[in-house]
């Protein structure tokens, strides 16, 4: 049996046939976005009492349903099906509706008591992943972001609050983190590694500014910062008995845009008599559950993506004087290949600030810039900060 049969359509009144599969609809299809998909497929309802309009209306339902869970079978794995498979059935097999764009009866026919319509229907393919990455569903064909987290922790058994980075980085695990880590590795997104970054350059009480351009450094999309900690709570039930209660706060930024995408607040009560243990169970459930509600926000911002565009802002120094190197200038940055277009914002006399839709962080169009030959000038990157970038012109 496979898995369509659970939906609740009975085989002999369901005959799929994909006759034109995944037709794209560019205008719907913007940055970032999955395509609608429309498909043709054949559904059988029955006549029950000379009902035939009763009948009709069954084959047409059995077909949305057929259509939006064929989405679903190319979104994500048979395995994730069967596993979440009363979660989808309940929100999204029973509203198939809600993903469908339109849909109309190709032909139809009565043929004894079954009444048989071929339907194309268009699934709006993104607005269904979105529902299932809202679910914590992990999506088959998604980009997942990489992530770097600057959790401090404050256990039961810590003077202060020790991190794996500033001046007296503790190389200690964090619990809470490494719980957090496991849950979003295992929700599809990418853990940076840590290694190649100065460390003990950055400051303890880490700004979000900060953060963000060492996230910019690993070639992170996403920066966790928060703290956890963990303490004897005041419940007690006689004897040596206690609980122990861990806490994680923490926030998520996109890197590219420094957008505030997740806020997270969790915390987990545990009851033992070894301190030990109660401290480090404390922290890793809250762990767990601060890393999944943060895969859940973050997938909600990220991967349905509004396609709003992304902005670095670019000071270009030294135009007085040399307004014909600043057009050809504007004219190279123009024709760049990640570059969506350019606003001017401000224009003085001898700079200029431009607006640029530019599709990743304002490092990594400072490092496009600097491999440009601009022929009879040059190009000298001063500053870069990650929302802007300062230039000069130079001349050879």
């Keep these: ?12 009144l369901l005959i799929m046939v994909v006759l034109a599969a995944w037709g794209v609809t560019a205008e719907v299809a913007g940055e970032g976005r999955i395509p609608d998909t429309t498909i043709n ?28 869970s064929r989405v679903v079978a190319e979104l994500i794995s048979e395995e994730t099906i069967v596993r979440h498979f009363q979660l989808l059935n309940d929100l999204i097999f029973a509203k ?17 008591r079954n009444y048989r319509v071929l339907v194309q229907a268009t699934i709006i393919s993104d607005q269904l992943a979105g529902k299932l990455s809202n679910l914590g569903v992990i999506v088959s064909g998604k980009v997942y972001p990489k992530i770097v987290m600057f959790i401090a922790e404050q256990g039961m058994f810590d003077t202060y609050p020790r991190m794996w980075w500033g001046p007296d980085a503790d190389t200690r695990a964090s619990v809470a983190a490494s719980a957090m880590a496991d849950i979003l590795l295992r929700r599809g997104y990418t853990i940076a590694d840590t290694a190649r970054l100065q460390a003990s350059s950055l400051s303890s009480e880490i700004s979000d500014q900060e953060a963000v351009s060492a996230a910019i450094d690993l070639s992170a999309d996403v920066v966790v910062i928060g703290r956890a900690t963990a303490g004897i709570a ?27 995408i997740a ?3 969790k915390s987990f009560t545990a009851s033992g008599s070894d301190d030990t243990q109660g401290n480090n169970v404390s922290l890793t459930e809250a762990g767990n559950l601060a890393g999944e509600e943060l895969a859940m926000q973050i997938a909600a911002k990220w991967m349905i993506s509004d396609a709003k565009p ?11 004087g040399n307004i014909a190197h600043f057009v050809r200038f504007r004219g190279r940055l123009r024709e760049m290949p990640r570059v969506n277009g350019i606003q001017l914002k401000e224009m003085m006399p001898d700079a200029a600030v431009l607006m640029v839709d530019y599709q990743g962080s304002a490092k990594a169009l400072a490092e496009e810039l600097v491999k440009e030959d601009f022929g009879v000038f040059g190009l000298d990157i001063y500053e870069i900060n990650p929302f802007s970038l300062k230039v000069k012109l130079t001349t050879q």
């Design 1 to 12: 049996m496979n898995w369509f049969q659970f939906i609740g359509i009975r085989p002999l």
């Design 263 to 265: 806020m997270i607040q």
């Design 234 to 260: 005041a419940n007690t039930m006689g004897g040596d008995v206690k609980s122990y209660a861990g806490n994680v706060n923490a926030h998520a930024i996109r890197t590219d845009t420094g957008e505030r």
């Design 310 to 320: 992304k902005f670095v802002e670019l000071t270009v120094e030294g135009t007085g």
């Design 41 to 68: 497929i054949i559904g059988s309802g029955n006549i029950y009492k000379d009902n035939i309009s009763a009948g009709r209306e069954e084959a047409i339902a059995n077909c949305l349903v057929s259509a939006v």
């Design 96 to 112: 198939p509706n809600t993903f469908i764009r339109e849909y109309k009866v190709l032909t139809e026919s009565a043929a004894g």
